[in-house]
């Protein structure tokens, strides 16, 4: 019989984590999404606009790989964790996202 913690097996690590993080995540970077797209919210310069959708983006993207690979934990590797693809999202969505901003504060 296994006496250890749930927090202390790296499975069950991965379920919490990457779950907890990952919905936590998402509920602030979909509402970023939904800001930056919704007709009634104006954001002026368009830099802006931009800046606030590339962060929501990198944060839904990073929501989605938490929630996979807990997923993945939570069926025994049986759906796989994610691959790069993800990644290069959420980092291509963050690069914009600094390279509106400094055109937001240099303008």
């Known amino acids: 019989m296994d006496t250890r913690s749930i927090a202390t097996m790296a499975r069950n690590r ?3 984590w990457g779950g907890g993080v990952g919905l936590a995540v998402g509920l602030i970077g979909f509402p970023l999404v939904l800001m930056s797209v919704w007709p009634g919210v104006d954001h002026s310069p368009w830099s802006i606009n931009t800046m606030v959708l590339a962060a929501g983006v990198t ?5 989605y790989i938490g929630i996979r690979l807990a997923v993945s934990a939570f069926t025994d590797d049986r759906v796989s964790p ?3 693809r993800p990644y290069l999202v959420a980092g291509g969505a963050a690069a914009i996202a600094v ?9």
């Open 82 to 84: 994610p691959d790069n």
């Open 14 to 16: 991965r379920i919490i």
């Open 99 to 107: 390279l509106c901003l400094v055109i937001a504060v240099m303008g």
């Open 59 to 63: 944060l839904c993207t990073l929501s």
